[in-house]
């Protein structure tokens, strides 16, 4: 698994390269974005090829955001599929994560 990762006006955009983000690839993803995972880091995950999550992605997607709020950082996500759009208001998890239809409305919510 790789997450690709750019900046744009001072915001991480990191975007998930891959197809599902469930218990057979969760250690890869913890491990590809840790290096982005700084302090204060300003990060914004794009999950726009990411047709599938699971149990253990959701977890995933947590424990990273719990690393962030402890090291003084936020974590924003974008590109949602459809079906993972749903099980995030399934699971409340939207109102976890800030959720966004892009990356660049993600980053532009930072200077605001």
Do not use: W
Request: glycine share 8%; hydrophobic share 45%; proline share 2%.
């Amino acid at each position: 698994m790789q997450v690709l990762s750019s900046e744009k006006e001072g915001v991480l955009v990191g975007k998930v390269d891959a197809k599902a983000l469930d218990a057979s690839n969760v250690k890869a993803f913890k491990d590809a974005i840790k290096p982005l995972l700084t302090q204060g880091a300003k990060l914004v995950l794009d999950l726009s090829r990411v047709e599938f999550i699971d149990s253990s992605g959701l977890g995933a997607l947590v424990s990273c955001l719990r690393q962030a709020h402890a090291d003084g950082g936020e974590i924003k996500l974008s590109g949602l599929s459809k079906p993972a759009r749903a099980l995030f208001e399934l699971v409340r998890m939207h109102r976890v994560f800030e959720v966004f239809n892009n990356s660049d409305e993600a980053v532009l919510s930072y200077s605001s």
